[in-house]
């Protein structure tokens, strides 16, 4: 099997900006996860979908959003970027979302 | 609130030496992970830990899980420099979708 993927891995944007971010699940899986990683803050959980239903989020501004499409790949976007936006998005799958997940490589965003 | 503690944060050793790193979390849960990650990279599962004195062995890895004393330790037996990584635990929060993690240990294995 094929598995998780992201894109893009690479992203400089400017302060205001928005950005979209997309994950492609493991062929199968109906639950995406999203995380932060930051140095300073470790890694943060964003928000979970399963079967296009948002069922858990965490404790982030609402310019972060998601969203899950039918074939279970899901967007996220940032909406007016703040510096303190740069860090690491990973993407993680798994069946049902309980139990082990499965990580992407990740999409390292800066904000400029 | 759930919380998962990880000692220690930061742990630099010599190769051939044994080490233990632990996972201690704060309500009960019976489902805890072990996952590495590479300087720039993304995680890696390691160890599926499902049940009260549930131990899974990789190599020169091996983790534990004692759900009564709410403790994980992923021990490494004569290490060497390609250990060298961070790694973190995660406990399942079953009722809602949402693994907690540790902030991780940093492991420095030096030749």
């Known amino acids: 099997k094929a598995g998780v993927t992201q894109t893009p891995r690479y992203l400089i944007k400017t302060r205001g900006q928005q950005v979209t971010l997309s994950c492609s699940p493991i062929s199968g899986h109906r639950s995406v996860s999203w995380y932060q990683q930051t140095p300073g803050q470790g890694l943060q959980f964003l928000f979970e979908?399963?079967?296009?239903?948002?069922?858990n989020k965490g404790n982030f501004p609402g310019r972060f959003s998601g969203r899950q499409f039918s074939n279970s790949r899901s967007e996220m976007n940032v909406s007016t970027l703040e510096l303190g936006d740069s860090a690491l998005y990973l993407c993680?799958?798994?069946?049902?979302?309980?139990?082990?997940?499965?990580f992407g490589p990740g999409t390292r965003l800066t904000v400029t | 609130e759930l919380k998962v503690e990880q000692n220690p944060l930061f742990l630099s050793m010599q190769e051939g030496k044994n080490y233990t790193i632990y996972c201690n979390y704060s309500t009960t849960s019976d489902r805890l992970y072990w996952y590495r990650q590479d300087p720039g990279k993304s995680l890696e599962s390691l160890f599926v830990l499902l049940s009260n004195g549930a131990v899974k062995q990789e190599g020169r890895l091996m983790a534990s899980l004692d759900t009564k004393a709410r403790l994980s330790t992923l021990h490494i037996t004569a290490a060497v420099h390609d250990l060298s990584a961070t790694y973190f635990c995660?406990?399942?929060?079953?009722?809602?979708?949402?693994?907690?993690w540790g902030a991780g240990t940093k492991l420095i294995i030096k030749p």
């Open positions: 979908y399963f079967s296009e239903t948002q069922r």
């Open positions: 995660a406990v399942d929060m079953n009722s809602n979708y949402q693994l907690i």
């Open positions: 993680a799958s798994s069946e049902q979302g309980l139990g082990e997940q499965y």
